[in-house]
């Protein structure tokens, strides 16, 4: 117990959970003979339950949101202030901190000009979506309307961003799906597709096959995640990225990159394209921005696409005919640039990179010890160690026990997170993804942790 601990007795708050709450990703049937846990307050990488229980979370926030961690009072006195000045006009006419927000962020994106606010990682990719497919209409006479995406990568839950997931069984029973997405190989080079060497150049060519077997002239643009997130923490092998420039400039391609998961410092730079020295046209990012604090996404693009949306000032169907109506509300930059400052305040980049390699270093020492652990990948503060069944053969280890694994790091009160229901047959890889100031203690805790769930559930 300490003081944190809720004085009060919330057990009303968990049989109204239990009556009236839909959780996102649950199977609810568990809720009839156990509790739904409901977090109550977060402290720097600490939160605490219902019953007062402290928990070291692995995975800010449970999908690698909370990135300057919990408790931040200057993030919530920025709100507030913004919030008693002005919470909301239609993104039709300008803000303060949306102005703000957006020449702090361009600043680390350069060759990027322009920002449109939303308000989740699903919307701002279909953004990207939308002006494709009004560049397709416009300029290419309808042809470069399809837009490619990754095996294994995942682009958000609204239908047509789940017409780009690579990951099945989060698209499963959701069909039909929206026409013009065609799929590319995974760069997973642990589980390669190819013999030989280069993986990466040879990884980056299958999308050039896929292009010239689609026909370059109908192919628009190509979507890809930096560093693979819940599809398994794939780290592209090297040389991946320049080629896959290449072949989007041979092919007039635009490259669209999902920084949803990497973008604002969780791989150590402020996006995870950053590592690569690629240039996109298309950025879009949510959960880091903000951390949580308040809802914000952003779709970032060039000028040069920009300016194809003021072609023809006479057309009344010639620029960007879209809406968002909490891409208005003030409090997401708000909370952005604050979220901005303590990140370059604190150094929390250099923390990343430093915490990401002994989280690595700690990993790599756990599989020398369990033969269970097949590979270990990451960049930053994001890292995943896939579990196998034989080292030899890299049979996936059975899905219940990489849960059991979860859940006894839970009863441990260590929250980490796996691949789940993606992909089939292959949900195997655990996933780290703690808060940027995470200290060497917070990433010793938690790998000692696994060791000891590894132990019980593997032997
Ligand atoms: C890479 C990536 N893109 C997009 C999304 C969708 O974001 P949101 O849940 O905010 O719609 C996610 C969510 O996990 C993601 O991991």
């Not at 449970?62 to 006195?77: D, H, L, M």
């Not at 096959?209 to 090297?238: C, H, K, S, Y």
């Not at 951390?291 to 300016?307: L, N, P, Q």
């Not at 009344?316 to 370059?344: K, Q, V």
Request: charged share 20%.
């Amino acid at each position: 117990m300490n003081d944190l601990t809720p004085p009060n007795d919330i057990s009303h708050v968990i049989e109204a959970d239990r009556a009236h709450i839909w959780h996102h990703l649950s199977q609810h049937k568990q809720y009839e003979t156990i509790d739904p846990r409901i977090i109550v307050e977060g402290k720097g990488l600490r939160v605490w339950d219902a019953k007062g229980r402290e928990h070291i979370d692995a995975v800010s926030g449970g999908v690698w949101t909370v990135n300057v961690g919990y408790g931040r009072e200057s993030i919530a006195k920025a709100v507030y202030d913004q919030l008693i000045k002005l919470n909301y006009f239609a993104g039709s006419a300008g803000s303060i901190p949306g102005s703000m927000f957006a020449e702090r962020l361009i600043e680390k994106m350069p060759g990027l000009a322009r920002v449109y606010y939303s308000n989740s990682g699903s919307e701002a990719n279909e953004k990207v979506y939308k002006m494709v497919r009004q560049i397709s209409a416009r300029h290419h006479g309808g042809r470069k309307s399809k837009i490619l995406y990754r095996e294994r990568d995942y682009h958000g839950t609204t239908i047509t961003a789940l017409s780009s997931a690579g990951q099945p069984q989060r698209a499963m029973q959701y069909g039909p799906f929206t026409p013009g997405f065609v799929e590319v190989p995974h760069c997973l080079e642990y589980r390669a597709q190819w013999a030989g060497p280069n993986y990466g150049i040879r990884a980056a060519d299958a999308i050039e096959e896929v292009i010239l077997r689609e026909g370059p002239d109908t192919v628009g643009a190509i979507v890809l995640e930096p560093v693979t997130a819940g599809g398994g923490v794939i780290v592209p092998p090297e040389g991946y990225w320049p080629r896959v420039q290449e072949i989007c400039r041979k092919y007039n391609v635009l490259l669209h990159i999902d920084e949803v998961v990497c973008g604002v410092g969780r791989t150590g730079t402020w996006f995870g394209y950053q590592h690569y020295g690629v240039q996109p046209d298309f950025v879009t990012m949510a959960k880091g921005v903000a951390s949580g604090y308040a809802a914000i996404a952003c779709t970032v693009t060039t000028e040069a696409i920009f300016e194809m949306f003021k072609d023809d000032v006479s057309d009344p169907l010639s620029y960007f005919r879209d809406i968002s109506t909490f891409g208005g509300c003030t409090a997401g930059p708000a909370a952005a640039l604050e979220n901005m400052r303590i990140i370059e305040d604190e150094d929390l980049l250099n923390n990343t990179t430093e915490m990401g390699a002994r989280l690595i270093s700690n990993l790599n020492a756990l599989a020398e010890k369990h033969k269970v652990i097949g590979d270990v990948r990451g960049k930053g503060l994001f890292c995943g160690a896939e579990l196998v069944a034989d080292r030899a053969t890299k049979e996936p280890a059975d899905e219940k026990k990489v849960q059991a694994v979860v859940a006894d790091c839970m009863a441990q009160a260590v929250i980490i997170g796996a691949t789940n229901r993606s992909l089939p047959g292959f949900n195997n890889t655990l996933c780290l993804s703690p808060a940027l100031i995470a200290t060497p203690d917070d990433i010793d805790a938690i790998t000692h942790a696994i060791d000891g769930a590894l132990t019980r559930v593997f032997g």
